[in-house]
């Protein structure tokens, strides 16, 4: 046989007594065209998707102590609004790129989102700093940095932030060093020795929202507030007109819009 199936036969299949085997030449050549069928088949998928409404997977990164708060119950309602897409969603607290390791949509609460992604502040944020009523009424309320010197501080161990605190922001910036009375990697552990009394945390505004509105606990140096951070929602170019991840942006967007006691 002439061809090039003729020229595959003969380079990829060598003639055995017992049936066909694979050279490597043979090997190497099956998987590239594995390869390219797989990225046909996503490309296809792709062009349909853009076509139609949202289906297929959707992979999605968060804050994992952020989400437990404020972003699950909207999940939720996300997949029972769009059944015809699956969410893979991981929940870290580690750095994720988005492009490198395959995800369509992240969540980012910081100054600035990371460069090469599309973005869409969802809310505002901002770094407090909080007591119960019951500890500043035994210690007093702090009304300078340097004030600190002589509270109960809880430190978030984390390299040095365990031991400094960063107040305001941008050119108001300014560190502030403490002698923690507790230290912990746990914003959680962190909030419940607050509510107990035991000193003044530094906390994200979202993580203590319900805890403020509540009166369980009070915060000081308001005019020393880091007002610097936001809540985005980040995806990749390639992504924007995806109706899956059209979607989810606009869901987020909606479920994020009146909040503003973060700020």
């Known amino acids: ?147 600190l010197a002589r509270h109960d501080c809880i430190g978030y161990a984390y390299q040095e932030n365990g031991k400094v605190w960063d107040l305001g922001g941008g050119a108001s910036r300014t560190s502030v060093k403490i002698v923690p009375k507790h230290r912990t990697n746990d914003n959680r552990f962190l909030r419940h020795l607050a509510l107990r009394g035991h000193g003044l945390v530094q906390l994200p505004s979202y993580f203590v929202a319900e805890d403020l509105a509540k009166g369980r606990l009070v915060t000081v140096l308001d005019r020393f507030r880091d007002t610097s951070r936001s809540l985005f929602v980040v995806y990749p170019e390639r992504a924007v007109r995806t109706p899956k991840v059209r979607a989810m942006v606009d869901h987020l967007s909606r479920a994020f819009s009146g909040e503003r006691r973060w700020s």
């Open 1 to 147: 046989n002439g061809g090039v199936g003729g020229a595959v036969r003969a380079r990829f299949f060598p003639r055995e007594r017992g049936g066909l085997g694979l050279t490597d030449a043979g090997a190497r050549f099956h998987e590239h065209c594995l390869k390219i069928l797989a990225a046909v088949a996503e490309a296809e998928q792709e062009m349909d998707e853009r076509r139609g409404k949202p289906r297929g997977v959707l992979r999605m990164t968060a804050p994992a102590a952020f989400s437990e708060l404020h972003l699950m119950d909207h999940l939720a309602r996300f997949a029972e609004l769009y059944p015809e897409v699956s969410l893979d969603v991981d929940y870290s607290e580690r750095f994720v790129d988005l492009v490198r390791e395959g995800f369509d949509v992240g969540l980012r609460i910081t100054t600035s989102p990371p460069p090469g992604l599309v973005a869409k502040k969802l809310a505002p944020s901002s770094i407090v700093i909080c007591a119960s009523p019951e500890y500043l009424r035994r210690r007093g309320r702090p009304k300078h940095p340097d004030d």
